[in-house]
C-alpha cells in the first residue's frame, strides 16, 4: 500500500489536555504537508485551527471531539458542543457514545443521542467512538447495529484515553457488522506503518493517530 494512501485516512491527532497553541500549530502544518484526512483537535482550537489553514494550498478538514473522553454528558449538552465546534468552523465531529446508557440496555436512546448530535451537525461528518476495551463482544455488535441505522457516518472504536485503543478483530468485527456505506475509523494505539496499512486491509477508513506523522519523520513514536 503506498503511503499516501495511508497518510489520506489519517485523522492526525493532538487530543492531550495540555497541549498548547504551539503544538496545535505544528499538526496543522505537518497535515497539510503530509496530506492528511484532518486534524483532530481540542474544541477551544477549532477557530484558530480553521483560521490558521483558510489561506494554506494544501489545507485539510479539522475535526474535533464532542461528549469525550467518557461520554457521560447530557446529551443536551453533547448538542451544544457539536453545534458550538460547527459554528467555529469543524468540519468533523466525533462523539463518545454513553457507554452506561448502552450497558443499560437503553439503545433506543442511545440511536436517540446520536441524532440528535448529528442534527446539530447540519450535515458535517460525525463518527460515533463507542469505546470497544469497555464492551463485550455483544455490545461491540449492538453498537454496529445501532451506528448502522443512525444518521451518522462513522463508527469508531476508541478515544485513546481509557485501557486499550483499536485492535484488529475489533475493526474485523464492525466490518462484519457495519451496514454498506458506513466508515470505520480505528483509533487509539496504532504504532507503526504496519499496523496502519492492515487497519486499511480489515475495513477501516480512516485512522485516528498521532504517530504516523512521526514515523514518517523519523521521530519518537508516542502517544496517541
Known amino acids: 500500500m503506498e503511503l499516501k494512501t495511508i497518510l489520506s485516512a489519517v485523522d492526525h491527532t493532538l487530543l492531550k489536555p495540555e497541549s498548547t497553541w504551539a503544538q496545535i500549530r505544528e499538526i ?12 483532530c483537535i481540542p474544541a477551544c482550537y477549532v477557530a484558530a485551527c480553521k483560521a490558521y489553514m483558510a489561506d494554506r494550498a494544501d489545507k485539510v478538514g479539522v ?6 473522553p467518557t461520554g457521560y454528558a447530557t446529551t443536551r ?3 451544544f458542543e457539536a453545534e458550538d465546534a460547527i459554528r467555529n468552523g469543524a468540519d468533523e465531529i466525533d462523539m463518545v457514545i454513553n457507554i452506561g ?28 467512538i463507542i469505546e470497544t476495551c ?11 447495529d445501532i451506528v448502522s441505522r443512525s444518521e451518522a457516518d462513522f463508527i469508531k ?12 478483530e475489533d475493526v474485523a468485527l464492525m466490518k462484519a457488522h457495519m451496514a454498506p456505506g458506513k466508515g470505520i475509523k480505528a483509533a487509539g494505539g496504532i504504532a507503526s506503518l504496519a499496523d496502519a496499512e492492515r487497519f486499511l486491509e480489515l475495513g477501516a477508513t480512516r485512522l485516528g493517530t498521532s504517530r504516523i506523522i512521526k514515523l ?8 496517541y
Not at 134 to 144: A, D, F
Request: charged letters at 25%; hydrophobic letters at 40%.
Open 28 to 39: 496543522c502544518d505537518d497535515a497539510m504537508t503530509y496530506h492528511t484526512a484532518t486534524v
Open 63 to 68: 475535526c474535533t471531539v464532542i461528549g469525550f
Open 77 to 79: 449538552t453533547k448538542v
Open 101 to 128: 446508557m448502552l450497558r443499560d440496555g437503553r439503545d433506543d436512546e442511545v440511536l436517540e443521542e446520536i441524532n440528535a448530535v448529528k442534527a446539530a451537525c447540519a450535515g458535517h461528518t460525525l463518527k460515533v
Open 134 to 144: 469497555l464492551l463485550t463482544q455483544e455490545e461491540k455488535v449492538r453498537m454496529c
Open 157 to 168: 472504536t476508541s478515544t485513546g484515553f481509557s485501557t486499550a485503543g483499536a485492535t484488529f
Open 216 to 223: 514518517v519523520k523519523n521521530e519518537e513514536a508516542s502517544g
